[in-house]
């Protein structure tokens, strides 16, 4: 989702991926294995603690119905990573693509991160984009801390990016390469899934988002063993149970600011209504 450049990208894919791009973590934070999931479709259940926010979290993650994504005879699908290479050029330029894009297997990067979006964890390891620049930062008040003002303004470029994607354009290009986004969804655990499901139930997710207008307080994860941490500025959580129990998408959202978060809820709106109405006209 969200690295253009020019005036459109992926669709489902760039305004999702965009969210996956606006990343708490430093660009050389060493993530941990990407663990295969077993098959099943719903998020993780959170804890008591976190009822508040993880109520709004399950109502959006409530099965959406099982649809497949059909390539109309007219369209050519994307056969292999040549075409999917050349197509991301032809839309973003060969610049923009060798400076954002992780272009190799990126069919699995995808698939892999949407799902992951959704659960408590989504390793970095495998993200179809590149990091984005510069370090997650927090503000000293009153013995408390938060995140910073100014730490939004890391993901405002990309927001903007984001929301000049031509939804009806990007969509086709994900049609084009669903064949291999639905491979890769099954190779990774869900052989009896479609992947267009999963897409809808993480972006209801997304938009399920708390909407926090406050200032966020953030507290440093507890470091057991000998050896300090070296990089302190990737080990915040968010201090209130109920927000830091939220799935990883969530909490990426949450962190880009309530401004960035409104309008990409805005945008991630777009895309599941030309999702639906695709599939209304099969």
Same mark, same amino acid.
């Given at each position: 989702?969200?690295l ?10 760039a ?9 708490w ?10 663990p ?14 976190a009822? +508040?926010?993880?109520? %709004?979290s ?6 959406a ?14 056969? &292999?990573?040549?075409?999917?290479? +050349?197509?991301?050029?032809d839309?973003?330029?060969?610049? %923009? ?5 992780q272009?190799?297997d ?7 991160? @949407? ?36 730490n ?9 990016l984001?929301?000049?994607?031509? @939804?009806?354009r ?9 064949p ?8 990774? &655990? ?9 897409l809808l139930q993480?972006i ?27 990089q ?14 939220? +799935? %990883?998408?969530?909490?990426?959202l949450?962190?880009? &600011? ?25």
């Open positions: 989702m969200s253009t450049g020019r005036a459109m990208f992926v669709g489902a894919v305004t999702v991926v965009a969210v996956v791009a606006l990343r973590r430093s660009q050389d934070e060493v993530p941990p294995p990407m295969v999931q077993p098959e099943a479709e719903t998020v993780e259940a959170a804890p008591p603690a009822a +508040s926010a993880a109520e %709004a399950a109502a959006a993650s409530q099965p119905p099982e649809v497949q994504v059909e390539v109309p005879a007219a369209t050519a699908p994307l056969a &292999g990573p040549e075409d999917i290479a +050349s197509a991301l050029v839309l973003l330029g060969r610049k %923009a693509v060798l400076t954002f894009l272009t190799d990126f069919p699995r990067r995808f698939a892999a991160t @949407v799902d992951n979006l959704g659960r408590t964890h989504a390793p970095s390891r495998l993200w179809p984009l590149n990091p984005t620049g510069g370090r997650f930062t927090v503000e000293e008040r009153e013995g408390r801390t938060f995140i910073s003002a100014d939004a303004l890391r993901y405002t470029p990309l927001v903007l984001a929301e000049t994607v031509s @939804v009806e990007a969509v086709d290009l994900y049609v084009r390469m669903y291999l986004l639905q491979r890769s969804y099954e190779e990774l &655990g869900y052989p009896k899934g479609y992947f267009n499901t999963r993480v209801d997710q997304l938009l399920a988002t708390p909407d926090v207008t406050d200032p966020i307080p953030v507290q440093l994860t507890e470091v057991k063993g000998p050896i300090p941490s070296t302190p500025w990737v080990r915040y959580e968010f201090a209130d149970p109920a927000l830091e129990a939220l +799935s %990883a998408g969530q909490k990426m949450l962190r880009t &600011g309530p401004v960035n978060e409104r309008r990409l809820k805005g945008k991630l709106r777009e895309i599941r209504n030309e999702l639906v109405k695709r599939a209304g006209e099969r």
